[in-house]
């Protein structure tokens, strides 16, 4: 009988765990310029949910029609992945005597995730973009899911209802605004939120941000938070994990804009 206590722990993919955009990578690969202005413009229209501007392309632009899945899955192999998220997903499975089940929700294409993190990630934890392909073609005739903003609440959810964990037992772990949804969810319900950047909507919001170029630096606030270690405890635990702990900044960052202020003409400032 498995006595360890449960948890869940969910990760965002793109900039999360991996220091590429997939669609960006695919872009490149394919060689269609202007990807990021192609993403920049539906973002001023709002007309997709915020992460889910790929799926859009990969099924409304003409550019990008001609993907197939075989394509997505080459992409997943050329995606330059954070260190050590194999020993990431290994400590996870008995910390500080809890089992953390490692999911990754992410609005990136599912062959792609499924690629880059072959024999770190099982295939059926992985919930991203899945479409459905015309069997002839093999064209993408439509979206399935997209677990974006409002779709990551719902993949979420979903997870902790199967697992039957409290709300106080998620960790969501993200980067970039079409996070923002789901963390605000988790903090709501008292679970622990991590910004892996310094996107300046989501650091607000996220409980803790980490900034570093390892996957297992997320394991930092989660030993604080969830377990109350001490910080010489923690550079412990990561030493007999064969990692040292060499820079540990806790700062804060104020982002200030001043402008001129206005004089009114007998010289006061208004």
């Known amino acids: ?140 005739e439509s979206i399935v899911r997209l677990p974006a903003g409002y779709g990551k609440v719902a993949v979420v959810d979903a997870l902790r209802a199967e697992m039957r964990v409290g709300p106080d037992r998620v960790v969501y772990v993200g980067d970039g605004s079409s996070d923002i949804h789901v963390m605000l969810h988790i903090n709501r319900l008292d679970g622990l939120t991590i910004a892996v950047s310094e996107n300046k909507y989501l650091t607000p919001i996220a409980r803790r941000t980490v900034l570093s170029e390892d996957a297992t630096s997320v394991l930092v606030p989660v030993l604080e938070d969830l377990f109350d270690w001490t910080a010489p405890k923690i550079r412990a635990f990561f030493e007999s994990r064969g990692l040292a702990v060499q820079e540990w900044e806790k700062i804060r ?12 003409s007998d010289g006061v400032v208004n």
């Open 253 to 264: 960052t104020d982002a200030i804009s001043l402008s001129r202020a206005a004089v009114a």
């Open 1 to 140: 009988m498995n006595k360890l206590k449960q948890f869940l722990f969910v990760s965002d993919f793109d900039q999360t765990l991996s220091f590429n955009d997939s669609g960006l990578v695919l872009s490149r690969m394919l060689g269609i310029d202007n990807f990021s202005e192609r993403v920049e413009g539906l973002s001023k229209i709002h007309l997709v949910q915020q992460g889910g501007e790929l799926s859009y392309l990969l099924l409304h632009d003409p550019h990008f029609r001609r993907v197939r899945k075989e394509q997505l899955a080459a992409v997943g192999k050329q995606i330059r992945l954070k260190e050590n998220i194999a020993l990431l997903s290994s400590l996870l499975q008995d910390l500080n005597g809890a089992e953390f089940a490692f999911h990754v929700v992410s609005a990136a294409p599912e062959e792609v995730i499924q690629s880059a993190l072959e024999g770190i990630i099982l295939p059926d934890h992985i919930h991203g973009t899945r479409f459905r392909y015309d069997p002839g073609s093999g064209e993408i």
